[in-house]
């Protein structure tokens, strides 16, 4: 069973900053592309950043200069780095990830909350 796994969500202050991991866990061979997304309270779940393979990244206008999206292929696990953090980016966070699994298969992880406090 093919798993992502979401950590380093929680709670704090605006300004401060936050680093979310998602590892891919289970039978898979490949990655070929993961992305964040973010739902806050009563709205649609949006992309917030995305990575294809490690170096082609692209970002929501709302997060370019504060968060920056990475892979780190050895440990399957990609990371959002949150930086000035406001309190819209309160939510849920949502990796996704493409994994090859004798055909490539898109996946969601659980989701990890952040909620950022003014």
């Known amino acids: 069973q093919v798993q992502l796994v979401e950590s380093g969500g929680g709670l704090v202050q605006a300004g401060g900053s936050l680093k979310l991991t998602c590892m891919a866990k289970?039978?898979?061979?490949?990655?070929?592309?993961m992305a964040w997304y973010h739902q806050a309270p009563g709205k649609e779940r949006n992309l917030v950043a995305h990575v294809r393979g490690i170096v082609n990244t692209n970002y929501t206008d709302s997060v370019k200069g504060r968060f920056t999206i990475s892979r780190d292929n050895s440990n399957n696990a990609v990371y959002l780095q949150m930086n000035s953090l406001k309190p819209e980016d309160t939510g849920v966070y949502y990796c996704?990830?493409?994994?090859?699994?004798?055909?490539?298969?898109?996946?969601w992880g659980q989701g990890t909350q952040v909620t950022v406090s003014s």
């Open positions: 289970g039978k898979f061979f490949a990655i070929r592309s």
């Open positions: 996704n990830a493409e994994l090859l699994t004798g055909s490539w298969n898109d996946y």
